[in-house]
């Protein structure tokens, strides 16, 4: 299950209309829905360590999930414990040096993630 705190979405100095747009995205549930959309895929291609990492980019183009979801959720995901960064390398979609990602361990997770799973 993935951690259902209060995070604010939008940071400090963003507009007021950010504000209003991340609460909206959380009382719509799309936020939940989501991270364990991008979540999901990634435990489903066992994205699991460095070597099967993607950036963000390649993320969002080999499953399909929209850029700008995969780039926001991942942060999230991140924050819940379930993701990490692997490895910076260049971008196999921009060609630029950007982190991947991957899904974390049960031991990288650690006994409190494991019991809001």
């Not at 991340?22 to 991008?38: T, Y």
């Not at 499953?63 to 819940?80: E, N, Q």
């Amino acid at each position: 299950m993935i951690d259902t705190s209060d995070p604010p979405l939008a940071r400090a100095f963003d507009p007021e209309t950010s504000h209003l747009a991340g609460e909206r995205l959380k009382e719509s549930g799309k936020w939940q829905s989501q991270k364990q959309m991008v979540l999901a895929w990634m435990r489903e291609h066992r994205i699991v360590d460095a070597a099967s990492s993607l950036t963000s980019n390649e993320l969002a183009r080999l499953s399909g999930i929209r850029h700008p979801t995969c780039h926001k959720r991942l942060p999230d995901l991140r924050k819940d414990g379930l993701v990490t960064t692997a490895v910076q390398r260049e971008c196999q979609v921009t060609g630029e040096q950007a982190w991947t990602w991957r899904v974390t361990s049960d031991e990288e997770r650690g006994d409190e993630t494991l019991r809001r799973s």
